[in-house]
């Protein structure tokens, strides 16, 4: 059974950090693009950053440069180093495959950034 469990997510001033975690289970995590999404009040989810199986990452502009996801396959965990976070990265973080084909989604994380 596909479980996908997001943590780390909290209330944090402009210019601070967070480390998410996303937790797989039940998938062949490593032959998977994954990628972390996030979903904020009244906005459809978006994509924020992905990773390779080898480790090549992609990221939406407004991230680049502060955001750094990552991934450790033996242990079927994907990062995601959040940093000079903005109030307008409030939101609601999940984690799952890309481009598509979406496993079920997990409860997600919620991030809230106080300015």
């Known amino acids: 059974q596909v479980h996908l469990e997001e943590s780390g997510g909290g209330l944090v001033q402009a210019g601070g950090s967070l480390r998410l975690s996303c937790a797989a289970s039940?998938?062949?995590?490593?032959?998977?693009?994954m990628g972390w999404y996030r979903q904020a009040p009244g906005k459809q989810r978006e994509l924020v950053a992905t990773?390779?199986?080898?480790?090549?990452?992609n990221y939406v502009d407004s991230v680049k440069g502060r955001f750094t996801i990552s991934r450790d396959n033996a242990k079927n965990i994907m990062y995601l180093q959040m940093n000079s976070l903005k109030a307008e990265d409030t939101a609601v973080y999940y984690c799952?495959?890309?481009?598509?084909?979406?496993?079920?989604w997990g409860q997600g994380t919620q991030v809230t950034v106080s300015s």
């Open positions: 039940g998938i062949l995590f490593s032959n998977n693009i």
């Open positions: 799952n495959r890309s481009p598509g084909d979406f496993y079920s």
């Open positions: 990773v390779t199986r080898f480790g090549l990452t």
